[in-house]
């Protein structure tokens, strides 16, 4: 038994279906992650009994660097899926000035050891948005680019359009007015006077909706948005640890922010309201066997190259 659990063979097979685990999961699956299933952890149990197995054979023979590698592949191995089920994952939902301790998982509310307040939130693009107005019939099309004020005379069509407002996220207010929901680009629109064929018309043009007033007008209007593509989203926060003094940090996707053992994630926010973010909290338990088992492993390398 300890001769077939140390194999070679063995490694190599397990190895091999983890891989194709990975590559399923990442490829092709849409359900459940199997991270979480028994057999998964069965196989990453096997793993690790496996290279301690090959060690254990060889410990009064080996070199200290052999040792180092293999202890370092067990504890990357077994920190990995401890700090799974050890991980704590809550969701932290803000709006702008406020201030809470408190985090949900499913049904239940958890106390952190610092409040956070959501101070600001923003959305960044590529590039700064531009509107155009396109104009289309059997004579072909032509584009403009727009802004308010804007006055494009169409001779060949007998036709004039004046562009009277531009909206970024059009809302209907009080009283039914229109007016912008957001500062952000989510539902851009723009309001045209028309004039063609000695009757004016005045028409709001939408960039999600481009094909409304076909049938209005002697001839097709679009409005698009350029360079309005999301580059980032950002939460400005306070941080008021218990007990400490409080900080200002800016949380955004790929940016985390570290405090007290836990980890803020910017997840998502509400293309409805721009005061609302979301944020996950994690905090890995069992992350401090993964940095060891990675020291372990980079100086058993270490020893091997000196060699």
Partial sequence: MIKFLA????????????????????????????????????????????IAACAAGRLKTAAPSFLLIHAGLVLVILGGF???????????????????????????????????????????????PAGRLTVMDEGGRRDFPVKEGALLRLPELGAELKVLRLLRDFGLGAGGKAADKSPYWHNPAAQ???????????????????????????????????????????????????????????????????????????????PADASYTLLTVTRDRGLWAVYAGFAALLAGIFLWLKK
């Fill in 7 to 50: 194999s070679l063979k063995l490694f190599f097979a397990l190895c091999l279906a983890l891989g194709g685990v990975f590559f399923y999961q990442t490829v092709f699956n849409t359900g459940a992650a199997v991270y979480g299933s028994a057999w998964f952890l069965a196989l990453g149990a096997l793993l690790a009994l496996n």
């Fill in 82 to 128: 401890g700090s799974r089920f050890l991980r704590f994952e809550a969701e932290l939902p803000l709006r702008a000035g406020a201030e809470t301790d408190r985090v949900y998982s499913g049904n239940d509310v958890y106390q952190l050891p610092f409040s956070v307040k959501l101070e600001s939130f923003r959305l960044d693009y590529y590039g700064e």
């Fill in 192 to 270: 045209v006077e028309v004039k063609a064929r000695g009757v004016k018309k005045t028409l709001w043009f939408f960039a999600n909706f481009p094909g409304m007033h076909r049938a209005e007008l002697p001839f097709h209007v679009f409005y698009k948005l350029e360079n309005a593509d999301i580059k980032n989203f950002t939460s400005a926060v306070l941080v008021r640890p218990a007990g400490g003094a409080a900080f200002s940090a800016e949380i955004a996707v790929n940016r985390p922010l570290r405090t007290r053992g836990y980890t803020l994630y910017q997840t998502s926010y509400d």
